[in-house]
């Protein structure tokens, strides 16, 4: 039997009941999320929230429910029938991190990026009511989702007669790390308008019983907004009937409103929550506990320890740090991402060269490239997934205007969040830039000396690396200089029979692979090549290499790197065998760590080099 209650059972629960029901919840998602990792501290704050409103609104059957992010969905998978593939989270065989319709009916839509939901309700809301259908069509956005400015392009389009949508607004006063911004004064100042909210309930309840003062009473009450509460009535402007805030994590006080809530046109809840909630370490540090690794639970720190090598994201952010002491007119932006790209130490360094733009990638590029535009060297740092949604932006404003913008595109290749989260596209994305340079470093020696580069060049450069331990310094000999844009021939035997190619974080790989093969089959000598360049891709060197099978190793689908070694050899009438071990094409790749993806892919070591003996 489930031990959790479903929409129906939890009819009957009174709010005693309903308050254990979160004390347990919130239990099992700390054990789970600490022996499997995840985003914690979110979900702890969301608990009462979702609990009420699996209690007063039926995901299974008419209404819909749309996570903004889906950060926060640890507690609606466990009400919807998911507790054993929970108890797997994150892994391959289990429960997305994420919402997922393949494993619900309540999970309406993948999500993973912010801003989008409320967009998706009202479509939904608007479909609902095109099909004359009934059912509430809800969105629950974080206030970290209010500077993205798809939000505001969905309030825009909302018709004051859309009956079926709520949005409600969880506002924990953070995103990853606290929230900046216009938008969050605003919250601050529509929570000090608490005395207008208790001044407003009484003008109601005077107009109910002395009918013939209501319309000056109404009156009275918006002279009283814009008194006490002049930022706030931007929802009511909106078309949007305005409620809160009221705190989200007292159950009681959900439970009383939520019924309560208007039908006649959208509605907007803010909700107040402690993100972190019932669990102090979390509560305490939020940020850290957003996404974590496995971690003891009686002292929140992570199981496994720093072992003391750098990220590549560290790498960066450290060569970007120092060559920021050299170039006063160097300065970072980042969208809500300073920390997880490792930029606290710069921005404790430089706080005024330092610019976080909140959930706003679009914003973030083109406001990169207005400093340019006046001799500014800014330095973009974003994970590859969140690029995505500024594509435009590095075409239009960056590539078209041949600007100096570099971006350090983090989390390139799988990660493993899922397919909301992959990197696996950005080459394939990039590819047709004009003007743009894009380099993948191996090491951190090559990292700085790539980030050297890239001032060097005053166009636009994207540096790619993977989330994943950054190696001090190359395995091999001294590489070409990178003005020469060659590639680089890592090792290069006397009478090669196989080249491997390989980029960033795969070259380590490349050279493991090799000890793999030539234990199996001493007679291989193969030739390692660092690409260095997938944009110039140095198609000469490929031409020169093509007297023996091409290996490549591809972090991306294969129009990455297996695409460029392909194109260069076809153009040049090459025959060249052709062995990639690349992420496949036109597959949505799950959620899952990085070695179960890989071996159910074939893209383990020990996979490939069977592979690689089978075909040779």
Known sequence: MPSFPNHQELQNYSVDELRDLCAKLRQRILETTARQGGHLASSLGAVE??????????????????????????AHKLLTGREESFEKLRSIDGCSGFTRPEESHCDVVYAGHAGVAVSQALGAAEAKALKNESGRSIAVIGDGSLGCGIIWEALNNTPSSCKQLLIILNDNQMSISPNIGAFRKCLNRILSGRFYNRVRRAIRSRGEHFAGFKRLL???EHALKGLFMSDGVLFQELGLRYFGPIDGNDINELCRILPKLPSDRPVLLHLLTVKGKGYPPAETKPDDFHGIAPFDIATGEPLKKNTGCRSFSDSFAQAVTSLAEEHPELAVISPAMLQGTGFKEFMDKYPERCFDTGIAESHSIAFASGLASQGLRPVVAIYSTFLQRALDNVFHDVCLNNLPVIIGIDRAGAVPDGPTHHGLYSFSFLRQMPNLTILTPSCCSEMRSMLQYAWSLASPVAICYPRATCPSESVASTPPTLESRKAWIMQDPPNPNLTIWASGGEVTRAFELVKLLQEAKPSIQPRIVNSR???PFDDATAVALADTPQVILDDYSSDGLTHSVRNALSTAGKQAEIISFAWPDNVIVPHGSLCELRNAYGLTLPQIAQAILAKL
């Open 533 to 535: 360049f997938l944009l």
């Open 218 to 220: 109404r009156r009275a």
């Open 49 to 74: 929230l979702t609990v009420a409103l699996h209690k007063f609104f039926d995901f299974a059957g008419n209404d819909r429910l749309f996570l903004d992010v889906g950060h926060q969905s640890y």
